[in-house]
């Protein structure tokens, strides 16, 4: 089955306390992408990358990193997590970053105490 | 920057009558808009995509139009069911460099049996 597949679903953290979020796809996509999901603010993109070893910046990255080492996993770093990185975070991939389908995750909710 | 705003941020209908959902966007024309469902606690899953040159796309029950002039796409669900109760997220793809969806917040649809 295609999918893509995010872990943890749930986690709850200490500000300053690293944690690493996995992302990995089964369809061999080369566009892969992190979003923020906020109430009231929508999603947000926070880095995406065009291929392995390929990442960039979106709208919001501060405070997050990004490796693309292989092609089916994008794994998001937050080296010193803190309180307003509480939110609902979605990984997606596509085939090409072109205009076609965006294929999401389940979604990583995270809590920073 | 590229605005995409999604008036209502909740929308409530009785079952059987069309539902229509309003998508506006600032400055020039995205290439593409593209609709996705979510459901509570799910990632967003992909619905229609219209092209810019395209006044009219059409899925079995769905029905998007993009008008240039207005800068606005409408998303319809013709004889709504319950089941159609969700949140519907549309979408710009900016072509260039960036190559990313900028997702508007959403609209909350609840069909009333």
């Known amino acids: 089955e295609a999918q893509v597949t995010q872990n943890p679903r749930y986690l709850i953290t200490v500000t300053g306390k690293k944690l690493t979020v996995t992302c990995s796809q089964n369809?061999?996509?080369?566009?892969m992408s992190w979003y923020r999901q906020d109430p009231g603010l929508g999603l947000r993109q926070i880095y995406y990358s065009m291929n392995v070893e390929v990442t960039d910046k979106g709208d919001v990255p501060e405070g997050y990193k990004v490796s693309r080492k292989e092609k089916r996993n994008f794994p998001l770093i937050l080296e010193s997590p803190s309180p307003n990185q509480t939110s609902l975070y979605f990984c997606a991939s596509s085939l090409t970053g072109g205009p076609g389908e965006l294929f999401f995750g389940e979604g990583s909710r995270l809590t920073v105490l | 920057s590229q605005k995409i705003e999604q008036n209502s941020e909740a929308l409530n209908i009785q079952e059987g009558k069309t539902a229509t959902l309003t998508c506006n966007y600032t400055n020039y024309s995205p290439a593409y808009l593209q609709w996705y469902r979510q459901d509570p606690g799910r990632g967003p899953v992909f619905l229609l995509l219209i092209r810019e040159n395209e006044k009219e796309k059409r899925k079995e029950r769905l029905k998007v139009t993009f008008d240039t002039t207005l800068k606005q796409s409408l998303f319809h669900i013709t004889a709504s069911q319950p089941a159609d109760s969700a949140t519907y997220l549309c979408a710009r793809f900016s072509s260039g460099s960036a190559r990313q969806l900028t997702f508007g917040s959403g609209t909350q649809l609840t069909v009333l049996p």
């Open positions: 369809m061999n996509h080369e566009y």
